[in-house]
């Protein structure tokens, strides 16, 4: 409530007392019924002896007023003379008016304020045009303040605040130089371009060479990332949330959008639902809890780096996190979840009557760790996961010939539905080539690939944080993982990509691997809260081909993908608590296969609200 000056408020109610006294007036005494009778004649006889009594008086009308009423009796009884009964009505009346102008008045003077003391200043009479300069004068500092601090606008209706809005908008540079060496001679094929597109025809006699990767020209990007999205509180435990997110296409590792792109010429570009979902809230509290998420959330597990999972991908599906903690020091935290990796369309295969059953791919994940703080300055978090893909390699179809692109195999849909690069691959259709039909499989060789690896990994995620120096932290995060369902000699024997050399026109030995590992150092201010704070890191990371499903991990290291190997070098410095810019540089090799290096420059300026 606004606040009022003392000295206003004790002259507003001494104007009021004054002017309440100045202007009150007797009330108006109720009007009295009129009461018909005549009065005795002082000069007539009175009776004499022998006389019959006279009669009773005529009884007045009844009024609401006992005592009126009362008076009345007594005339009718003879007690008194009408006369008598008049007067004392009258008088009656007259002592009630002045106990009441009585009463208001000891009213008047209780709500005065208190006496003043020997050093207030006291006013015994304010005359009529200081009262009214008065008034005007609290009137216009009451309406100002009122103005000022806006007491007339209506305030914000209660639905709105069960919503925080949040978002942020980065603009990015991104340089990408190809070092000289690099084999550009049609070993890198895009699977993703041919997985999402029309199979390749890989016959002899088809001289086009399948999509590939750019490998031997340098590229500099302009490119945006707006985000924008609310958490909405719900209420009993209830939580929800909704991001809304840019992106060149709705892959799941990236929300940038290059300008220029999506036809050029100033085009608008699309906007795509980046999260949606409701959590529960049963956690006790103090130190202790538990949620549960369903829809589409942000990673619910514990990395310390991007070589199993992007900071952009966003999980689809249940979700259950938990801590509890153990001691004041040690707090254990786990989490589970089932999520849909790929639903099969509904009318697979869509050109003909007779469709085929589902390939839904799932993935099932669990975690476990602990958070530990060895002394004021010193903690550690350590983590251990364990992810098993369901259906999430390609199958063999049943022999067929395809008889034009548009003619499907019923394992066409354990193709991936997106992916980067690194992964190993194998032709999902078995082209029957021992008949004419395709001339013994010179042509009709249309082609979709999927993942050759089964992928059941076990990672272990470390980070451990030193904040003696003041503001300034030192970190140290690690993480290490082995897809332990990787079978070397079955993923060789239908590899087509990550082999090696050969001295004869046959493919060479396949390369590829299970293992990847990251180390980084970073320190600096952990928070950037103010102009001048700042972070720098080094890392170096080894990820082998398959190693962990190419379609989620890191998109700018490499380009994006597996079967790569490092280091980052980076920074980030606070312009406001909002406004960041920021620069790293990322050198990368691959591990198995043909050469390919490549070198990343990322500028950005990122506005955050």
């Known amino acids: 409530m ?99 102008q009585t009463a208001a008045a000891q009213a008047d003077i209780a709500a005065l304020p208190p006496a003043p003391g020997p050093d207030d200043m006291r006013v015994t009479y304010i005359p009529e045009v200081v ?47 190809f070092p000289a060496g690099n084999a550009a001679d049609g070993s890198f094929p895009n699977f993703n371009a041919i997985n999402t597109g029309a199979p390749y025809d890989a016959s002899p006699s088809n001289p086009q060479f399948a999509p590939q990767y750019n490998v031997d020209q340098d590229r500099n990007r302009p490119r945006i990332r707006a985000r924008f999205g609310t958490d909405i509180m719900l209420g009993d435990g209830f939580n929800g949330g909704i991001r809304l997110a840019t992106g060149d296409s709705s892959t799941p590792t990236s929300t940038n959008q290059t300008l220029g792109s999506s036809g050029g010429n100033f085009s608008k570009y699309a906007v795509w639902l980046d999260r949606a979902f409701i959590s529960y809230d049963a956690g006790p509290g103090d ?85 530990w703080k060895i002394a004021s300055d010193l903690t550690a978090k350590v983590g251990v996961s364990y992810y098993d893909y369901n259906n999430i390699s390609g199958k063999l179809s049943s022999p067929y010939i395809p008889l034009s692109a548009t003619d499907a195999g019923n394992t066409d849909s354990t193709r991936p539905s997106f992916a980067q690069r690194g992964n190993t691959y194998m ?41 003696h120096f003041d503001s300034i932290r030192i970190s140290l995060l690690g993480e290490v993982i082995k897809n332990i369902a990787f079978d070397s000699s079955s993923v060789a024997g239908k590899a087509v990509n990550n082999l090696g050399s050969s001295s004869t026109s046959k493919p060479g030995a396949f390369e590829g691997g299970d293992t990847a590992w990251s180390l980084a150092f970073q320190i600096g201010n952990p928070a950037l809260e103010k102009f001048g704070d700042w972070q720098a890191g080094f890392g170096f990371r080894y990820v082998e081909s398959d ?63």
């Open 131 to 177: 009262k009214n300069n008065l008034r005007d004068q609290i009137k216009q500092e009451l309406m100002a303040t009122a103005h000022q601090e806006k007491w007339s606008e209506k305030s914000a209706p209660d639905w709105t605040s069960k919503f925080r809005p949040f978002g942020d908008i980065r603009g990015r540079s991104e340089s990408t130089f």
């Open 2 to 100: 606004p606040q009022v000056h003392p000295f206003l408020l004790v002259a507003c109610l001494g104007t009021a007392s004054l002017l309440q006294a100045q202007n009150a007036a007797p009330a108006t005494p109720p009007a009295t019924p009129a009461v018909s009778a005549t009065a005795p004649d002082p000069t007539a006889p009175g009776p004499l002896p022998g006389d019959l009594p006279a009669a009773p008086t005529p009884a007045a009308a009844p009024t609401p007023n006992v005592t009126v009423n009362l008076i009345n009796r007594l005339v009718q009884k003879n007690i008194l003379t009408r006369a008598e009964a008049d007067e004392m009505i009258k008088q009656a009346e007259a002592d009630a008016v002045a106990a009441a």
């Open 547 to 609: 190693a962990v499903v190419d379609a989620f991990n890191d998109s700018d290291f490499g380009g994006g993908g597996t079967n790569v190997q490092g280091f980052t070098l980076g920074g980030i410095m606070a312009l406001t608590p909002a406004v960041k810019v920021g620069l790293r540089w990322m050198s990368s090799d691959e591990i198995a296969g043909p050469t390919l290096s490549t070198d990343v420059l990322l500028i950005d300026l990122n506005a955050k609200f």
């Open 427 to 467: 032709a999902l259709r078995n082209i029957d080539n021992t008949t004419a039909a395709n001339d013994f499989g010179n042509k009709y060789q249309y082609q979709y690939y999927g993942l050759a690896a089964e992928f059941r990994d076990v990672v272990i995620n470390a980070r451990l944080d030193y904040d």
């Open 287 to 371: 130190g202790q809890e538990l949620t549960f998420l369903l829809g589409r959330f942000d990673n619910p597990f514990f990395t310390s780096s991007e070589i199993m999972w992007d900071e952009d991908v966003g999980f689809d599906g249940l979700a259950l996190r938990g801590k509890v903690k153990i001691t004041d020091a040690v707090s254990s935290f786990f989490t589970a979840g089932y999520f849909p990796v790929y639903n099969t369309d509904f009318n697979f295969a869509s050109n003909q009557p007779s469709k085929f059953s589902s390939t839904d791919k799932w993935l099932t994940g669990a975690q476990f760790g602990i958070d």
